[in-house]
Every structure is written in C-alpha cells, then in structure tokens.
C-alpha cells in the first residue's frame, strides 16, 4: 500500500511509520454519524416518531439516547433496531464508494459493548453491536478503510451534547472509574478489530471524541493517553502483532501463552508483570465481555479456538484529539505514542470564533490556515481533520458553497485528509424553512447540488485561494518546501529522538 509519507514529506521525520495503514494518497472521508450514535438535530423528523422531543437545551427533553431509552425502557431496542436498519444501508455504501470515498468515521457510543453499561443507572439502547459488524462487513467489501470513533465516553466527557448520548452537564468521564471502563471498551474493540473479519477494515481507533477543552477540567487525562495506546499495543502483542520498543522480556512471556485461544492468552498474559495495573485490569473485565460476544454473535471458533497469530497484520493507528484542541497546558498525546499514531482536529466556522461572519473573512481565514503546520511542531502529526463542514453563519449563496468546499479541501488536503460531517442529514423536505441544514452538512446532498465534486480529489476552483493568500504565508510555504525541512532537521531529530524515548518509557 502507497504510504502518505510519499505525498507529506515534510512530516515524513516525525512519523515514519504512522501512515502505511491509511488509505492510498490521502484521506477522503464521511462520518457515518447519527447511525450507531444517534443525534437528534440530524434528524429531528425521526427522532420525535421514534418518542423523543426537540427543545433549545437538551438537558431538559427527551433529545438523547438516554434520555429516550430512560422514557421508554419496554421499547427503546425495538425502535432503535429500526433506525439501526435504515438509517446506513447498502445503497448508502454503494453511493459513498462511487463518490470516491476512500474511509469512514464511525462515530460510537461506549454502550455498543453492552457489558460496560451500568443498567441499574445508565439507559441506553441494546443490539447495536449486531448492526455495526453489519455495516463493517459492507464497507469491507467495499474497500473502504474505517476509523472506529470513540465519540461517546462512559460518564459523558462533554456537558450539554447530543453526541455524548445522554445530554447532561454532570461530566464524570475523567475519573480513574470510567477511564477503566473506556480503557475496557478499548481492549474489547482492539480485539474485534484484529480477529472478526467483519472488522477488517478497522485501521485506527479513536480514543475520545472532542474532550473538554479546558485541561484543567480534565484531570488524569494525560495519563489516560497513555494507557489508551499500551492497551491497544497489549492487546497486539498477545496477537502476537509486532510494535516498535516493545519490552525485552517479551517474547519469554508470551512462549508461556496458549496459541489456540485469545481469550485463555489474554488471562495468562494478565497473570505476568507484563502490563501496568490499569492496562491488566482492563484486560482482565474484558475477558467475560469477550466470552459473551463470542457466544452471542457465533465468534467461539475465531476468539476462544482458532490459532490467532497476527504477526502478518498491522499494528492499530491510535488516535486521539491533536495538543491544540485543548488549553491551560494541556498534556501532549504524542508523548503517549507507541507504533503508528495519528491526530483529529475538527473546524467549524459556522459557531463563530474563527472569522468575521461573511465571504471573505472565510476564505482569508481558510486560504490562511497553519493548523497542520502547528501541530506538526509539536508532535502531533499525520493530522486529519475528522469534522468539517458547509456550514455558516451567515446566509451562503450556492456559489461561495461552491468555493467554500473547495478551499476548506485545500487546507484540510496539507494533512493527512479529511472527513466531512457528516454523510447525509435527515431528507430535505423535511426541514421547512430550514433547507440550509441538509445543504450544509449533507455531503451527498453537497454533491447533488454540486458543491462538492464527485471524485473528491478533485476541485471546481483549484485556484479558489490564490486571491485570499497572504503574502507572508506564501513565502513561508515556498521557504518550507525548498528549505525548511533542512532548517529544522536538527530540531526535528531532537523531537523524534524524545519521542522514541517516550516510547520506550511508557511501552506497558
């Protein structure tokens, strides 16, 4: 597989691994959201047929998976089955690889592995696990690449949001309980990722979506980094998986494992000192979690029999939110890498904050942007931009839809892709006077109307930004591509040096 490497070479020093498992040249994306992880904005028709209410603070209704599952305890998973069914379908799989979409995001709730979920206080839906093999199957066939989101954190890691499943200002995700239970999701959807062909097409795994911005909110969070990526690479390493530093006394410890059944590895792994105690104890709850979902969806043969030697297969790229998207010193998760790793930074202008709200603040701010450049310095480098949009704040004509598409392609294409938000939103004529919504967060709706070309590497204007770009950026862009990787090299070495020894530091 051609790596990114050949199209970045100016990242190519801090991540000379990160990319082989990505999509050929770049990343060409949708979101698959409001499918698994329903978020009633995106289809508001539905949502109040399914049971549930719109309202202008969704602490207050019943505008979440919670919230509805809560108010209809006897019916939620008939009704969710439903959405599940005909909300993504094969045709949509179909539709999205002849537009040349090349990878999906897929936005998830921590309740798809049903055996996290506290159901004397917690209320979600159950049976999405049997939809999401489904649709993987499909865009495996396809050849679509997926990148598994964890968008939804057990305790919520975000107040006031539909996408967190159970809209609330409690937040309670950063506490050492629900780092556990996320780090058991983690070893959970690693395994599958590795062992069900279904999930084949699985090649990065998402560790939280969209934290709290403000570190301070997010105590311990640094250190939930790093075990994020020692669960991922535990995981591997009893698959025998091969990853960069792994320990020395290694391979004496997994000569002691049975070979013919992960699930008795991973306990004799656990009973090693092999791993830290968080990383083993999530290991240690998701062995039930794992015997469960063999006999459940006929997996005994792959996860508790068959020989699972992967030493042919790649490592996971785990990813998480890039430095930037947080503030008050926040912890670096590039210093958390071990193996391939990557970096999500999403954009919206239509929140405001970003640019004056019309036309030409846009494309001066989008033509302008150093985003990739800026996380690259630190560390946090492939980066892809997991969420973008049409979206505005101020009344858009079709034609700057049209050049706003093509210069937020442009800027997102300087990393490693992007992915749109989100792949389709709720029909049309059933928004009223709201057309503006599906407009302009629908891609097969941009494509339609022709905002967005049908192969995505391509560009109605390829020259949309040559009359925003600053001068100064144009010379710093021409300095970095004749000499810049020269004048920084010295710099860039020190960098990967101090990452590898991260590395070696944090490997278990």
Same mark, same amino acid.
């Given at each position: 597989?051609?790596?990114?490497?050949l199209?970045?070479?100016?990242?190519?020093?801090?991540v000379?691994? @990160?990319?082989?498992?990505?999509?050929? &040249?770049?990343?060409?994306?949708? &979101?698959?959201?409001?499918?698994?992880?329903?978020?009633?904005?995106?289809?508001? %028709?539905?949502?109040?047929?399914?049971g549930?209410?719109?309202?202008?603070? /969704?602490?207050?209704?019943?505008?979440?998976?919670f919230?509805?599952?809560?108010?209809?305890?006897?019916?939620?998973?008939?009704?969710?089955?439903?959405?599940?069914?005909?909300?993504?379908?094969?045709n949509?799989?179909?539709?999205?690889k002849?537009?040349?979409?090349?990878?999906?995001?897929? =936005?998830?709730?921590?309740?798809?592995?049903?055996?996290?979920?506290?159901?004397?206080?917690?209320?979600?839906?159950?049976?999405?696990?049997?939809?999401?093999?489904?649709?993987?199957?499909?865009?495996?066939?396809?050849?679509?690449?997926?990148?598994?989101?964890?968008?939804?954190?057990?305790g919520?890691?975000?107040?006031?949001?539909?996408?967190?499943?159970?809209?609330? *200002?409690?937040?309670?995700?950063?506490? =050492?309980?629900?780092?556990?239970? @996320?780090?058991?999701?983690?070893a959970?959807?690693?395994?599958? #990722?590795?062992?069900?062909?279904?999930?084949? #097409?699985?090649?990065?795994?998402?560790?939280?979506?969209?934290?709290?911005?403000? !570190?301070? +909110?997010?105590?311990?969070?640094?250190d939930?980094?790093?075990?994020?990526?020692?669960?991922?690479?535990?995981?591997?390493?009893?698959?025998?998986?091969?990853?960069?530093?792994?320990?020395? &006394?290694?391979?004496?410890?997994?000569?002691?494992? =049975?070979?013919?059944?992960?699930?008795?590895?991973?306990?004799?792994?656990? %009973? #090693?000192?092999?791993?830290?105690?968080?990383?083993?104890?999530?290991?240690?709850?998701?062995?039930?979690?794992?015997? *469960?979902?063999?006999?459940?969806?006929?997996?005994?043969?792959?996860?508790?029999l068959?020989?699972?030697? /992967?030493? +042919?297969?790649?490592?996971?790229?785990?990813?998480?939110?890039?430095?930037?998207?947080?503030?008050?010193?926040?912890? &670096?998760? @590039?210093?958390?890498?071990?193996?391939?790793?990557a $970096?999500?930074?999403?954009?919206?202008?239509?929140?405001?904050?970003?640019? +004056?709200?019309?036309?030409?603040?846009?494309?001066? #701010?989008? /033509?302008?942007?150093?985003?990739?450049?800026?996380?690259?310095?630190?560390?946090?480098?492939?980066?892809?931009?997991?969420?973008?949009?049409?979206?505005?704040?101020?009344? @858009?004509?079709?034609?700057?839809l049209?050049?706003?598409?093509?210069?937020?392609?442009?800027?997102?294409?300087?990393?490693?892709?992007?992915?749109?938000?989100?792949?389709?939103?709720?029909?049309?004529?059933?928004?009223?006077?709201?057309? *503006?919504?599906?407009?302009?967060?629908?891609?097969?709706?941009?494509?339609?109307?022709? $905002?967005?070309?049908?192969?995505?590497?391509?560009?109605?204007?390829?020259?949309? /930004?040559?009359p925003?770009?600053?001068?100064?950026?144009?010379?710093?862009?021409?300095?970095?591509?004749?000499?810049?990787?020269?004048?920084?090299?010295?710099?860039?070495?020190?960098?990967?040096?101090?990452?590898?020894?991260? !590395?070696?530091?944090?490997?278990f």
């Amino acid at each position: 597989m051609k790596s990114l490497l050949l199209i970045l070479p100016l990242l190519s020093a801090l991540v000379p691994k @990160a990319l082989a498992q990505m999509p050929t &040249n770049k990343i060409y994306g949708v &979101n698959l959201g409001g499918w698994l992880l329903l978020e009633p904005w995106m289809l508001p %028709k539905e949502w109040q047929e399914m049971g549930g209410q719109i309202c202008d603070d /969704c602490t207050q209704c019943i505008e979440s998976e919670f919230a509805l599952a809560k108010a209809y305890p006897d019916t939620v998973d008939g009704v969710f089955a439903q959405h599940w069914d005909t909300w993504f379908t094969q045709n949509d799989v179909n539709t999205l690889k002849d537009a040349g979409i090349n990878t999906v995001r897929l =936005p998830l709730g921590f309740w798809i592995v049903e055996g996290l979920v506290n159901r004397a206080v917690e209320h979600y839906p159950r049976g999405g696990l049997q939809y999401l093999r489904r649709g993987l199957g499909w865009l495996r066939d396809a050849g679509i690449r997926v990148i598994l989101d964890h968008h939804a954190l057990p305790g919520v890691q975000t107040p006031g949001q539909m996408f967190t499943g159970n809209c609330t *200002d409690d937040v309670q995700f950063y506490t =050492p309980y629900n780092y556990g239970r @996320a780090l058991v999701w983690t070893a959970v959807m690693t395994t599958l #990722s590795h062992l069900d062909p279904n999930f084949s #097409s699985v090649f990065s795994i998402e560790a939280v979506n969209e934290e709290m911005m403000d !570190a301070n +909110d997010t105590p311990g969070y640094g250190d939930f980094q790093k075990n994020f990526v020692r669960t991922v690479r535990a995981v591997e390493t009893i698959l025998g998986i091969p990853v960069d530093n792994t320990p020395p &006394n290694l391979s004496s410890v997994m000569s002691t494992l =049975p070979s013919t059944n992960f699930v008795a590895a991973l306990d004799g792994a656990c %009973k #090693s000192d092999l791993f830290n105690q968080d990383v083993t104890a999530a290991l240690l709850e998701a062995i039930p979690i794992l015997s *469960d979902i063999a006999t459940s969806y006929d997996l005994e043969v792959i996860l508790t029999l068959s020989p699972f030697d /992967c030493h +042919d297969k790649e490592p996971i790229v785990t990813n998480f939110m890039d430095i930037t998207w947080q503030y008050d010193n926040p912890s &670096n998760p @590039a210093d958390a890498a071990i193996g391939p790793q990557a $970096y999500d930074n999403h954009l919206y202008y239509s929140f405001g904050g970003v640019a +004056d709200p019309n036309p030409t603040a846009y494309l001066e #701010s989008i /033509c302008n942007l150093q985003r990739v450049q800026d996380s690259a310095a630190l560390g946090n480098s492939p980066m892809w931009f997991g969420e973008w949009a049409l979206s505005t704040n101020f009344n @858009a004509t079709d034609a700057f839809l049209k050049d706003w598409a093509d210069a937020q392609k442009l800027a997102y294409s300087k990393g490693a892709g992007w992915i749109f938000w989100n792949f389709k939103i709720e029909s049309s004529d059933s928004w009223g006077d709201q057309t *503006d919504v599906p407009r302009q967060w629908s891609y097969l709706e941009g494509l339609k109307r022709g $905002y967005l070309t049908q192969d995505p590497s391509k560009y109605l204007n390829p020259d949309v /930004c040559v009359p925003y770009i600053k001068d100064n950026t144009k010379s710093t862009t021409t300095t970095t591509s004749a000499t810049g990787a020269v004048k920084s090299s010295t710099s860039r070495k020190l960098a990967k040096k101090q990452r590898q020894r991260h !590395a070696r530091e944090n490997f278990f």
